[in-house]
């Protein structure tokens, strides 16, 4: 029987018709594994009874006279025995087969158990051959002795039957020619009465053989049933190994940066506050200095692998017992205890400020730095902290690159006046408590108006005038700032619609909007549909931009597109001292340029300032672009612009800005005084 030959026979291990899977063909094997361990321990057991049953054997034909023949018949016995104990002792690599090894080694230890149950059957008969010969002792069962030879070929067959239920083979190859030999021998003596014990003999042979083979179907299911349970605890419990593994890596990624394998910003702050218990925790916030530029020059990748060595590098700095997490983009955060420690802040500022300053493969020194913010104050949770840290950062990268600046009371006040904006912006919305001033804005002769500014103003009722970049930080913190765009579009559009009822309608209305405004809201689509929907001519209204929008030019170029599309001027405001490059002046779909006020001002006395005013004004005939001078603040100053042939003219000098009830007085005024 083949090892195929025995897949079949095994339940549920092939269906009809088709090749068993190999899940069946490893249990065949374990199943023959345990045949073989079965086999060797019985023959182990039967042998030395084989032995002590020939050596009586021998002393019968000795006291019968035929001693000689008994010797040399043991001896051939005791040979065969021996060789069946040492195949049974020999090693068999088949034995360490196991469901987990794999399939190749599977495959060979397989065969080497087959190998082993060949050598034993063969052994087997081998032993049933000499026994086969026992009639030579009793004269071909005639002898006196007959009894007692038939009594003991009976009983050694039915014991090894008995022995015998792994592997049929073996016991049928061990019976079949001793009893085959007595009916033979019965048979040639003659006589009824030995013919009829002969068919007995034969009909023993059968009963035998089919109790032998009966007994080796039990034990394969057996050893089926032990190894399918075995196979499946095994199985439950790689699955249940599997499904910790699954449920530690879950709970690793809810709690960690996958990139840099950080803590994430809710599990910093989850580990964060038990720390604030003692009153010494300090927290540094850090951004990196110029990252934007490594994405933008070497990649996302190259950008993805500096954020890994920046959290190696971040590591290796931290004090012991220290929490460091990745917030998100390129920030990062650090909270210790210095007092535990002895580590002063501004020590581990300047460490962690080193560290990232070494160089990084794959681009020159110098490109990377890290601002940092530091609160060492004691706060009622972690979120007042971080808003603490963040203003220190905010403080610190408008300094420089490379710095860290400790949150004191000077950065609170402003804090809290930020948070006061935030809180009472969305009631001054509602209320109408913000303005929009105009300031005009003068041809040549200073006297002809061209156009007019908006410039937002709120009166806060406790802070008083409130800075217009406060305000727009305040929106944007708030989440106000398509709120706030949009009631500043509403009193531009208010004041174009005036202008046109005076006769003005030449007038441009310029309004401004931040970098921040034109990457986050849909100011295109915001913009056009309010004038449609007033009947505003588009090319009335103008929208001012910074230099500093030329940093993304991806999230805003469409949106300025559009809007050059629909007819409405863009101007690109305090020229000379951001970020603009002559392609960019195309890109951001340019009208009109005005020059800083840092250039205008002392113009008269300053013979580099007024170069880089000839310059501009240059740029400016060359690339048909008109050129507005802000900030005349003094008459000597609009006199040496009207002498270089500046053409539209702006500040305090020609007018300051003025809320709306003024500017209408000042134009019924002008109005009246033409007439």
């Not at 050694?156 to 009916?183: C, D, E, K, Q």
């Not at 300053?606 to 050129?627: T, Y």
Request: contains cysteine; glycine residues 8%; charged residues 20%.
């Amino acid at each position: 029987m083949t090892l195929h030959d025995l897949e079949d026979t095994l339940p549920g291990l092939a269906g009809p018709g088709r090749a068993p899977d190999a899940s069946g063909r490893r249990l065949a094997a374990l199943v023959r594994r345990d045949q073989l361990e079965a086999v060797r321990r019985s023959v182990l057991t039967a042998i030395p009874v084989n032995m002590l049953l020939g050596l009586a054997s021998v002393l019968v034909a000795f006291q019968a006279g035929n001693g000689r023949a008994g010797m040399i018949w043991y001896a051939a016995s005791t040979g065969a025995n021996l060789l069946r104990i040492g195949l049974c002792r020999a090693a068999c690599p088949g034995l360490a087969l196991t469901a987990a090894m794999p399939p190749d080694m599977a495959a060979e230890a397989s065969r080497s158990v087959e190998r082993h149950l060949r050598a034993c059957t063969c052994t087997a008969l081998l032993s049933g051959l000499v026994w086969a010969f026992l009639p030579l002792l009793c004269a071909g069962y005639t002898s006196p002795q007959t009894l007692f030879y038939l009594t003991i070929t009976c009983g050694i067959t039915a014991g090894a039957v008995t022995h015998g239920t792994a592997y049929a083979r073996i016991p049928f190859s061990f019976i079949l020619l001793p009893l085959l030999s007595v009916a033979f021998c019965l048979f040639a003596a003659g006589g009824f009465d030995r013919a009829c014990l002969a068919t007995c003999v034969l009909l023993y042979l059968a009963a035998l053989s089919r109790t032998a083979f009966q007994s080796e179907a039990g034990f394969r299911e057996a050893s089926r049933l032990k190894n399918d349970a075995t196979a499946l605890a095994r199985s439950r419990a790689e699955a249940q190994a599997s499904a910790n593994a699954l449920v530690e890596e879950m709970r690793w990624r809810a709690t960690h940066d996958d990139l840099t394998g950080l803590l994430n910003r809710a599990a910093f702050i989850q580990q964060a506050e038990p720390c604030l218990t003692t009153g010494t925790a300090c927290l540094l916030l850090l951004d990196l200095d110029g990252f934007k530029s490594v994405n933008d020059v070497y990649g996302h990748q190259t950008g993805d692998r500096v954020l890994v060595e920046v959290a190696r590098r971040l590591r290796a700095t931290l004090p012991p017992g220290g929490l460091a997490a990745r917030l998100g983009g390129d920030e990062f955060a650090v909270l210790y205890d210095p007092e535990a420690t002895g580590l002063p802040y501004a020590d581990l500022a300047a460490g962690l400020i080193a560290a990232v300053a070494q160089p990084f493969d794959g681009f020159d020194e110098g490109r990377l730095g890290v601002s940092i913010g530091v609160h060492a104050e004691p706060e009622p949770n972690l979120m007042a902290m971080l808003s603490c840290a963040d203003e220190a950062l905010y403080a610190s990268k408008a300094a420089g690159r490379n710095r860290f600046r400790l949150f004191d009371m000077g950065l609170r006040d402003r804090l809290e006046m930020r948070w006061d904006l935030e809180r009472d912006l969305s009631h001054a919305l509602v209320e109408n408590a913000l303005e929009v001033w105009f300031q005009p804005i003068y041809a040549l002769d200073a006297r002809t108006l061209v156009g007019l500014e908006a410039l937002v103003r709120w009166q806060h009722p406790r802070l008083g005038w409130i800075a217009p970049p406060d305000l727009i930080a305040a929106a944007a913190m708030a989440g106000l700032t398509e709120s706030l765009l949009r009631f500043i579009l509403d009193q531009v559009c208010r004041m174009m619609q005036i202008l046109r009822a005076e006769g003005l309608g030449t007038v441009r209305v310029a309004m401004n909007v931040s970098p921040r405004e034109m990457a986050q809201i849909p100011v295109d689509e915001i913009v056009i549909a309010r004038l449609g929907a007033l009947g505003l001519p588009p090319a009335q209204l103008e929208i001012e931009i910074t230099e500093e929008t030329a940093l993304d030019l991806g999230a805003v170029q469409g949106k300025l597109q559009a809007l050059s599309r629909a007819g409405i001027r863009v101007a690109l405001d305090d020229f000379g001292i951001g970020y603009s490059s002559l392609s960019s002046l195309r890109q951001l779909r340019a009208d009109r340029i005005k020059i800083d006020r840092s250039f205008v001002t002392g113009l008269s006395a300053s013979d580099d300032k007024r170069g880089l005013v000839l310059a501009v004004l240059g740029l400016g005939n060359l690339l048909g672009l008109e050129v507005v001078a802000e900030g005349v603040e003094s008459q000597e100053d609009l006199q040496t612009l009207q002498a270089m042939g500046c053409p539209f003219l702006q500040g305090y000098h020609l007018g300051r800005p003025m809320p709306v009830s003024t500017l209408e007085a000042t134009l019924f005024a002008n109005r009246t005084q033409a007439a």
